[in-house]
């Protein structure tokens, strides 16, 4: 499956952004998806999982109630909404694909090109 992230950009402190991550190739609800961020001189950072169905989601700590992953497998497409976003929120967004929801980045098998969030304070 190929993954295309999309949406990204430069916005203020308490704004809000949505990503998109469309996938061709193979039928996106054959997986479970993450999205992952990176910040210079970071590692790949979890951000949010959510099951093939949609039913399942999970969030890492720093962005619970702020983001909110969701998916239409009609479309192909998963989708990342972000609020009130913060300076360190800047990083690259990365959308992956996998057979379940995992936390880990290495437990990924495909991933998209990366998009740039950047949040000035």
């Known amino acids: 499956v190929q993954l295309q992230a999309s949406g990204g950009g430069l916005v203020q402190a308490g704004d809000s952004l949505n990503l998109s991550c469309a996938a061709s190739g193979r039928t996106l609800s054959s997986y479970s998806m993450g999205w992952f961020r990176q910040a210079p001189g970071k590692g790949r950072a979890f951000i949010a999982t959510?099951?093939?169905?949609?039913?399942?989601?999970l969030y890492a700590d720093s962005v619970k109630g702020r983001f909110t992953i969701s998916r239409d497998n009609a479309k192909n497409t998963v989708y990342l909404q972000m609020t009130s976003l913060l300076a360190e929120d800047t990083a690259v967004y990365y959308c992956a694909a996998s057979q379940a929801s995992y936390v880990r980045p290495s437990h990924y098998n495909y991933w998209g090109q990366g998009t740039q969030v950047t949040v000035s304070s």
């Open positions: 959510i099951s093939k169905t949609g039913v399942g989601t």
